[in-house]
């Protein structure tokens, strides 16, 4: 039953999606501007979060693949490269010089470099990206995993959501955030790999989130610094995300 209830789902979006014309071509921001996406898309996200949390297993994978059904070319979903003069520098180096900052309601807070995070314990999994532009593709990635950072920073007991700010591209910021549920998921990771290559500029670099049992815009890439926190009171539009600002669902389970 439930293997049926997240494929049935997972049908349903993806169909959706590759219905929408050519409000498709213009990406992500056409279709938050209009009055109807953000409300289909939200349908029903109540139910589809409370069916997840109490019918799936809190352990639950999405689905993966063998490496044979990769995708030709893992497609670039929403920004290709931030503006951020300070982002631009740290790609010119190789990103030598980045740092990932960890802080909020954390007992240890941390700075780690790029080979600190790829010197976490790592999970790789093929899996498949589904966008609410009606796309999907398969690729492999490879990534520190999220849990292993937060027993490192060890959350503070009133902590409920993780928040990612990435590199900024124009005059607004780009953030995400999920509950400790799926920060804890086992394929929920800080993916600096994509097809045994490093993440490429226009999927993510140096690292970006995946979330494979949520849809794309979830994923947060060009990840710059995790905040743990208690609620989004003061953070940006106050709705958990970028988007969900603009009136998409906060959780986009599928």
């Given at each position: ?109 941390m700075s780690l ?49 993780v928040v990612f ?51 794309g815009y979830k ?36």
């Amino acid at each position: 039953m439930t293997e049926n209830l997240k494929l049935s789902r997972r049908s349903l979006l993806v169909r959706l999606g590759s219905g929408l014309g050519v409000l498709v071509l213009g990406g992500c921001q056409k279709l938050s501007e209009t009055t109807w996406f953000p409300n289909i898309l939200g349908a029903g996200e109540k139910a589809s979060y409370r069916a997840q949390r109490l019918l799936l297993s809190r352990k639950a994978l999405a689905q993966e693949f063998p490496e044979t059904d990769r995708s030709p070319s893992f497609r670039s979903n929403g920004t290709s490269k931030p503006s951020d003069p300070a982002y631009l520098v740290m790609a010119e180096n190789g990103f030598a010089d980045y740092r990932l900052l960890v802080d909020g309601l954390v007992e240890q807070p941390m700075s780690l470099s790029l080979a600190d995070v790829r010197g976490l314990p790592h999970r790789t999994q093929t899996t498949r990206h589904d966008c609410v532009e009606g796309w999907s593709a398969i690729g492999t990635w490879k990534g520190a995993r999220l849990s292993a950072l937060l027993e490192i920073v060890r959350p503070k007991p009133h902590a409920r959501y993780v928040v990612f700010h990435c590199a900024k591209d124009g005059r607004m910021p780009y953030y995400e955030s999920i509950d400790m549920e799926d920060a804890f998921h086992p394929q929920t990771v800080l993916a600096y790999e994509l097809n045994g290559k490093p993440v490429p500029i226009e999927n993510g670099a140096p690292i970006r989130l995946r979330l494979e049992r949520q849809l794309g815009y979830k994923m947060a890439k060009y990840v710059m610094r995790i905040e743990l926190v208690e609620n989004f009171t003061g953070i940006y539009g106050g709705k958990g995300g970028y988007w969900e600002d603009r009136g998409y669902e906060w959780f986009a389970g599928i």
